[in-house]
């Protein structure tokens, strides 16, 4: 009986399958000369040991990726790629697991919106810590589920060995984007796919009140995740973070909208679910475009699919032409080629919500370095339980193996960012007037990335609290303006 249990065990076991270029990422400071860096020679000359490339770290430093540990096996009455989605709605004592006590900031932008920021671990003044700025999925917030699994388990050491008193320490920053968890529109704008400027303003302010040198992690999950690839791509080698991870990432809006229409899970259950969470949210907030001619609400209310909400909302808003054009200037597939900081992107294959499938950038990975794919064979969207009678989440093994890996690797190095490893750039066509869904000239070939103005006006005094998240709300006052 126990030898016909272990290998049903196996039948369902899933290794994961890992896409990495075949040219070496080297990790080096960005102090070291490049044309020596790559001699043994004159490493061995300098007393500096030979630099290590992004697939040994792997290989070597993330078991949970590479080797005896690098497989998913999803609770036998979960495996479905639905089940797995679904099952925190039909359990709700999963969200119970891995509560999370934040302080939360309320950041101001010069155009009158607002975002948070919601903190757990360290405080500020603490040196030595690094620190992971995470990004949420479609209308969610750092209540969610899947987030706080991956935040305590970074924050406990979930992957470090027993005893090891030289494992990184963490902290964690949640960008709840505009309206989001609680967080109150200030503004006509809301979040959407392509806009990534109230990112570079988080990072801003995150950088002003943070030790110089701090090392920054970028974390995202879902629509957060493709968030957050779209901007590593626009940003290239200016880009504070370190090294990230994008967690269930739809890589091409297009080709997972086309999925939602074609399959019955999709017109039936995913589509119209999505689109009633948007509704509700912009009902929530319908105050903030009282008077906007740009949009109806009745119009918005009507509709029945995620589609139709990119149709009467968020083109009108963001200044689209059509939702086609939204969805391919913010798919973030397009830019992966730039990203010039070690990436990790974690996606299952059956992932029902952004059709994993027919979008997976197999060629990007293969042609950037930096880039490296994740995928396992199950796992749904967000969903990656296993465990037979209380099913956890499995993603935040090798989420956290990545990060102290870099995280090791970057101190071993004595530098806050590793040297950036570029492709050539290439034209990447942009809409005008598309709200900053790209910051790239669609009309100069190889035209570099142009300044932003940082938004940051302080944080607000107004009331912070949030029934959502818990623990501790603290108003902080903080009038410093960033200058460019």
Same mark, same amino acid.
């Given at each position: 009986l126990c030898t016909s249990f272990l290998l049903l065990i196996l039948m369902f076991t899933q290794p994961v399958e890992l896409t990495i270029s075949s040219t070496p990422r080297p990790l080096r400071s960005p102090r070291d000369d490049h044309a020596e860096a790559s001699s043994s020679s004159s490493s061995s000359s300098s007393g500096r040991p030979p630099s290590r490339n992004l697939a040994d770290v792997v290989h070597t430093s993330c078991p949970y990726l590479y080797g005896?540990?690098?497989?998913?096996?999803?609770?036998?009455?979960?495996?479905?790629?639905?089940?797995?989605t679904i099952y925190p709605k039909i359990n709700k004592n999963v969200n119970a697991i891995d509560p999370i006590d934040y302080r939360r900031q309320l950041v101001q932008l010069k155009d009158g919106g607002t975002f948070s920021l919601d903190w757990t671990g360290p405080g500020f003044e603490e040196v030595g810590v690094d620190t992971v700025v995470v990004l949420h999925g479609l209308t969610g917030g750092s209540h969610e589920s899947y987030l706080r699994n991956v935040v305590a388990a970074l924050l406990r050491g979930q992957t470090v060995p027993e005893g090891d008193t030289t494992a990184p320490r963490w902290r964690a920053v949640v960008m709840n984007s505009r309206g989001c968890s609680n967080t109150i529109v200030t503004s006509p704008r809301l979040f959407s796919a392509a806009w990534t400027h109230d990112l570079r303003c988080a990072l801003a302010y995150i950088q002003q009140v943070l030790p110089q040198g701090t090392r920054l992690y970028g974390l995202g999950f879902s629509l957060g995740a493709s968030i957050l690839l779209k901007y590593l791509g626009e940003e290239r080698d200016r880009t504070p973070f370190t090294a990230a991870t994008a967690v269930g990432p739809p890589y091409d809006l297009l080709v997972g909208n086309l999925m939602l229409q074609r399959t019955f899970w999709g017109r039936k259950i995913y589509s119209p679910a999505l689109c009633a969470n948007l509704q509700d949210h912009f009902q929530s907030h319908a105050q903030a475009f009282a008077g906007d001619e740009r @949009?109806?609400?009745?119009?918005? #209310?009507? /509709?029945?699919?995620?589609?139709?909400?990119d149709k009467t909302c968020v083109i009108r808003l963001m200044g689209y032409p059509t939702v086609e054009a939204y969805y391919r200037d913010a798919s973030s597939a397009r830019l992966m080629p730039m990203i010039a900081i070690p990436t990790l992107c974690i996606s299952a294959m059956d992932d029902p919500v952004v059709n994993t499938q027919e979008a997976l950038p197999v060629e990007e990975a293969l042609i950037n370095p930096n880039i490296i794919l994740a995928t396992t064979a199950g796992g749904g969207h967000l969903g990656w339980f296993e465990g037979s009678w209380s099913p956890r989440r499995w993603v935040s093994n090798p989420i956290c193996d990545w990060f102290n890996a870099l995280a090791r690797e970057a101190a071993s190095l004595g530098v806050a960012q590793f040297d950036p490893f570029l492709l050539?750039?290439?034209? @990447?066509?942009?809409?005008?007037? #598309?709200? /900053?869904?790209?910051r790239f000239d669609s009309g100069t070939h190889g035209q570099q990335p142009g300044p932003w103005e940082p938004e940051v006006g302080g944080v607000s005094g107004r009331e912070a609290g949030t029934e959502e998240t818990g623990g501790t709300h603290e108003v902080v006052q903080n009038d410093a303006t960033l200058q460019e």
């Open positions: 005896d540990k690098a497989y998913f096996t999803p609770t036998m009455w979960l495996n479905s790629p639905h089940l797995q @949009v109806d609400p009745a119009e918005i #209310a009507s /509709g029945s699919t995620i589609y139709d909400f050539p750039v290439y034209s @990447v066509p942009t809409y005008a007037g #598309a709200g /900053g869904a790209s």
